[in-house]
Nanobody, 117 residues
């Protein structure tokens, strides 16, 4: 069955970095684009970053451009989100999803990122 498992979240100080991973299984990973979203308490889910199936095209929310980088390793069926220069407003549960926005059909359980001093 299709599975997506995020990891790498935690507590980090403002200005710090984290690298999230989403390990997938149960489907041909290189055939799908992948997306990262986040959801903060009381807020709507927000698209953070998207990558195409071979990693040749990426797109980011304006709020994270220049700070976050999405990447993938098709040999490991894993998508990553490198987050630098973290701010308190980046605090959220981060989720990966299979597919492009509007066509996300499977989701991980999420990993908590808390940015606080």
């Amino acid at each position: 069955q299709v599975q997506l498992v995020e990891s790498g979240g935690g507590l980090v100080q403002p200005g710090g970095s984290l690298r999230l991973s989403c390990v997938t299984s149960g489907f041909p990973f290189s055939s799908y684009g992948m997306s990262w979203y986040r959801q903060a308490p009381g807020k709507q889910r927000e698209l953070v970053a998207v990558i195409d199936n071979y990693g040749g095209w990426t797109n980011y929310a304006d709020s994270v451009k220049g700070r976050f980088t999405i990447a993938r390793d098709n040999g490991k069926s894993t998508v990553y989100l490198q987050m630098n220069s973290l701010k308190s407003e980046d605090t959220a549960v981060y989720l990966c999803a299979r597919g492009a926005p509007g066509r996300n059909d499977y989701w991980g359980q999420g990993t908590q990122v808390t940015v606080s001093s």
